[in-house]
């Protein structure tokens, strides 16, 4: 090999790890099979195993709390988003992928690996049920009332591309849907929703859904900031949110 071919192997080597291992979207495989099967277990146990699951979801999200806060609110300015609400499948699928480093998370990769969740919650462990646990306690969060909007210029725009491009994958208000994982988009602040929107168009995020890669393809910056404001003002259902922006979190307190 001359040194001009070493280069090029070293390069096209380099390319495949960082970007080809892809795995086919949605087939995380056994973790993530694993505690969504304990997970549908959830809704036949008694009150008092349910309030143990409960427990151990709080115990576990100690650790998540530190950046997503205690509220499971994220922040505004997009750096970590809100996870109170989100489906339990949902969540599960996106720690699975982080773990698998199916999705780039290098903040949040060291925690979210088995061995850091068993540290913080030992009694819990790191494994499916862990997940499935946290993931559950999650999704009943209530949301932020006040998440971080778009610039508010644009949403008639916005409104057409969703009706026509989101609405048959993430639902008419942004609802998601939980069995297919397909994440609840709603109230959800404005700055994260549009980098995972521009990473999953650019092809940045490996988990991303390649029916979505397809379906916004031919969006203009004009149009992906237009539709992800209106994304960013579908306010979740009443029962979903918390009762002021000042809710505190008394698992936390
Ligand atoms: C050190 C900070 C940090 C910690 C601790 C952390 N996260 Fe995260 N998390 C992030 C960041 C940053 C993102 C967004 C990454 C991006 O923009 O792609 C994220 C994203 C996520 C997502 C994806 C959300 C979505 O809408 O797709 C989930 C789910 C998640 N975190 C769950 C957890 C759980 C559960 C824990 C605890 C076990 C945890 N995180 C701990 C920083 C953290
Ligand atoms: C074919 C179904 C489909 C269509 C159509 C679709 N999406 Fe998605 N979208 C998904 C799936 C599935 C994911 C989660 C991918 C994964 O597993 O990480 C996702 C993820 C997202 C995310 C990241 C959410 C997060 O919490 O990280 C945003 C933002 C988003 N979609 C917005 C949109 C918008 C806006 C439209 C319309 C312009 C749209 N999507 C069209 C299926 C779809």
Redesign the pocket.
């Known amino acids: 090999m001359n040194k001009t071919t070493k280069i090029l192997a070293a390069v096209l080597t380099a390319g495949i790890f960082a970007g080809g291992s892809a795995m086919a979207w949605n087939e995380g495989g056994g973790e993530q099979d694993e505690a969504e099967k304990i997970l549908a277990t959830f809704a036949g146990k008694t009150d008092a195993e349910k309030a143990k699951i409960r427990e151990d979801g709080v115990a576990?999200?100690e650790?998540?709390?530190?950046?997503?806060l205690p509220e499971g609110w994220?922040t505004p300015d997009?750096?970590?988003?809100?996870?109170a609400g989100?489906s339990a499948n949902?969540?599960i699928k996106?720690?699975a992928d982080?773990r698998a480093k199916n999705?780039?998370?290098p903040?949040?990769y060291?925690?979210?690996l088995p061995k850091?969740?068993k540290n913080?919650a030992p009694e819990v462990g790191g494994g499916p049920y862990a997940?499935a646990a946290?993931?559950a306690y999650?999704s009943k969060i209530p949301m932020n009332p006040a998440n971080g909007v778009g610039p508010g210029t644009d949403l008639e725009h916005g409104k057409k591309l969703y009706k026509k491009n989101c609405v048959r994958c993430h639902g008419e208000n942004g609802e998601g849907h939980s069995v297919d994982h397909f994440?609840l988009i709603q109230g959800?602040h404005f700055k994260?929703l549009i980098?995972?929107f521009e990473?999953i168009r650019d092809g940045k995020?490996r988990n991303a859904n390649p029916d979505m890669i397809k379906q916004i393809a031919g969006f203009s910056d004009r149009d992906m900031t237009a539709v992800i404001d209106y994304v960013s003002r579908l306010k979740p259902p009443k029962n979903k949110l918390a009762p002021s922006a000042d809710w505190i979190n008394p698992d936390f307190d």
């Open positions: 576990v999200y650790v998540c709390s530190a950046c997503h994220g997009g750096t970590f988003p809100q996870l989100q949902v969540i996106q720690l982080i999705r780039d998370n903040t949040m060291p925690f979210a850091e969740i913080a997940i946290v993931a999650i994440p959800q994260y980098r995972q990473w995020r």
